[in-house]
């Protein structure tokens, strides 16, 4: 029986088959934990949304910001549609509502006692301990599976506020939450986002006139003592350090698509073959 954490996938399920292959995943057995982004840019969103459906308990997934936006256009508001999506297929799957319904049950934050882990999909702003990041992903994950989840998904976009205060109420609170565990890369010392930086930390902060960190090496981040894994950064790509497991290494866009073993945290990673297109009905 082993638990395998693995990166942002976005619809490239033939490389999903193919790391589980490789690892010889056993459903019946082993567990598949994923750091979200199951969906969208790939050309297979729709057979990876079933496969992890499918897996029942065996699987452990939290949102990311593609899923959540999946849900967004699904749910009407056409207006976040982008160019480059590629969800026509679930949205017009049979299956369509049930997928959904899994989707919108997600946690945004799974943390094991056992292996001494926690896993997010995006960031911790550094004010935040392990208990209020868990308070703050119970917040978003009423919003969004209660009876009134349209008007979260209404008022989600947007990048205000950009910092942290224990008195922040309402949407402005739920999207400063949502933002950190879906988007956050960058912020300063203060824990100020800086969510339009997306480039590695190799190349931006060779000219960094901001006072911005990537998130993890926060001087005194208050989470710097527990273990955390995440992904959405592929130009970040494989890191382990600073109690952290960075596990985007850009599969969708031809690098690598990886898992981590949480029992002996063994890593292992396949070749992706480049950037994808969609199908072709």
Not at 118 to 135: F, S
């Amino acid at each position: 029986m082993s638990t395998y954490a693995i990166g942002d996938i976005q619809g490239c399920y033939k490389e999903l088959q193919q790391l589980l292959e490789f690892i010889n995943f056993d459903p019946k057995h082993d567990t598949l934990w994923c750091t979200g982004d199951l969906v969208n840019r790939g050309p297979q969103s729709l057979e990876v949304l079933r496969f992890f459906k499918s897996l029942g308990e065996r699987a452990i997934t939290v949102l990311g910001n593609h899923d959540l936006h999946l849900l967004a256009v699904a749910y009407g508001f056409v207006d976040y549609f982008n160019k480059d999506d590629t969800l026509d297929e679930i949205l017009a799957a049979p299956d369509k509502q049930e997928l959904l319904d899994w989707l919108r049950h997600r946690p945004f934050l799974h943390h094991d006692e056992a292996f001494k882990v926690t896993m997010i999909h995006a960031g911790l702003p550094p004010q935040w301990d392990l208990g209020l990041a868990i308070q703050c992903a119970h917040e978003v994950e009423t919003a969004l599976r209660g009876k009134r989840f349209k008007d979260y998904l209404e008022h989600l976009y947007g990048n205000k506020p950009k910092i942290w205060e224990d008195d922040l109420e309402g949407w402005d609170r739920l999207r400063f939450i949502t933002n950190c565990f879906t988007r956050l890369r960058y912020c300063n010392e203060e824990g100020r986002l800086a969510l339009k930086r997306k480039g590695s930390p190799n190349d931006e902060l060779l000219d960094d006139k901001e006072g911005d960190f990537p998130w993890f090496m926060v001087p005194n981040r208050v989470s710097r003592h527990d273990t955390l894994i995440f992904g959405h950064w592929s130009t970040l790509g494989y890191r382990n350090e600073h109690g952290i497991y960075a596990l985007d290494t850009g599969c969708l866009w031809g690098g690598s698509l990886t898992a981590l073993r949480l029992e002996d945290r063994e890593v292992f990673c396949i070749k992706c073959s480049g950037e994808r297109v969609p199908r072709k009905k």
